[in-house]
């Protein structure tokens, strides 16, 4: 079993601390293999007892087996075959299956009352998802605002009102700053959705509607970097779009359409 499949199959297990702990390693994985657990400690801005019950957590003997586990993962071949690829195709028609079938009036009313929508990505690719959102809903003349940095974002917050709705887009959705939002959000009882690969994590568990999907990493073969596929992010855009017309087609004909 992968580090990662480790963190996966022990989810349920750890706390915020730990996730936060988790993306730091996840992202730093050739750093991480060199630190002592004091300098990944500092860097997780943690204790070190921490970096041990997370090791824990996930099955391991403690952080020597850690270290173990990043050194095989670094040194693994690259392997990409006609499975890996199959499997990512398959991950992409499950994503479509969900968002053809599952049921999402709600996502749509909070579109339709909001009085103001904005969208936040955490990243590269989740805000060019945000403007690919505030794009196609264009065509249906709702006005979408994508907040860009963190000044923005704060003005948006000291301005926030009732009816205001947020989509929220993220890859782990572990994010410290989307889920710190997340938070402050539910906490002001305004209507969020959330967009995140995984069907658990952190987002998740402070917004009012969630779109999750699996994707799974594979090595390039460069140095240690690993690959994701993010064309999710753009199906499920595509998908709330069609599926939204096909929403307001139906309350057009039943005469329910505000």
């Known amino acids: 079993m992968t580090l990662d499949e480790l963190v996966e199959s022990h989810y349920d297990e750890l706390n915020e601390n730990d996730l936060y702990i988790w993306q730091y390693i996840f992202h730093h994985k050739t750093e991480c293999q060199k630190m002592s657990i004091q300098q990944l400690a500092?860097?997780?801005?943690?204790?070190?007892?921490?970096?041990?019950?997370?090791?824990?957590?996930?099955?391991?003997?403690?952080?020597?087996?850690?270290?173990?586990?990043?050194?095989?993962?670094?040194?693994?071949?690259f392997d990409f075959d006609s499975y890996s690829m199959r499997h990512s195709s398959d991950e992409l028609k499950r994503t479509l299956d969900v968002m053809e079938n599952r049921d999402?009036?709600?996502?749509?009313?909070?579109?339709?009352?909001?009085?103001?929508?904005?969208?936040?990505?955490?990243g590269e690719v989740q805000n060019h998802a945000a403007l690919e959102f505030k794009r196609?809903?264009?065509?249906?003349?709702?006005?979408?605002?994508?907040?860009?940095?963190?000044?923005?974002?704060?003005?948006?917050?000291?301005?926030?009102?009732?009816?205001d709705f947020f989509i929220?887009?993220?890859?782990?959705?572990?994010?410290?700053?989307?889920?710190?939002?997340?938070?402050?959000?539910?906490?002001?009882?305004?209507?969020?959705?959330?967009?995140?690969?995984h069907k658990r994590n952190l987002l998740s568990q402070y917004v009012d509607d969630y779109i999750g999907f699996e994707t799974s990493d594979f090595h390039t073969g460069f140095q240690d970097k690993s690959?994701?596929?993010?064309?999710?992010?753009?199906?499920?855009?595509?998908?709330?779009?069609?599926?939204?017309?096909?929403?307001?087609?139906?309350?057009?004909?039943?005469?329910?359409?505000?």
């Not at 999402?104 to 955490?122: S, V, Y």
């Not at 929220?168 to 995140?196: C, F, P, W």
Request: proline fraction near 1%.
């Open 136 to 163: 196609e809903f264009a065509y249906r003349h709702k006005i979408m605002h994508v907040i860009e940095g963190n000044t923005e974002l704060d003005t948006v917050l000291n301005n926030i009102l009732p009816d």
């Open 227 to 258: 690959y994701c596929c993010t064309g999710h992010f753009f199906l499920i855009v595509n998908m709330l779009f069609l599926r939204y017309l096909e929403y307001c087609s139906s309350k057009e004909s039943n005469g329910s359409f505000s």
């Open 42 to 77: 500092h860097a997780c801005n943690v204790s070190h007892t921490s970096i041990i019950r997370f090791t824990k957590k996930i099955g391991l003997d403690g952080y020597s087996e850690l270290k173990v586990y990043l050194k095989w993962s670094l040194n693994k071949q």
């Open 104 to 122: 999402l009036d709600h996502i749509f009313h909070n579109i339709d009352t909001a009085g103001r929508i904005f969208l936040f990505g955490t």
């Open 168 to 197: 929220l887009i993220s890859l782990s959705g572990d994010n410290e700053r989307v889920v710190t939002l997340a938070k402050y959000l539910h906490k002001m009882n305004i209507q969020t959705l959330g967009i995140a690969r």
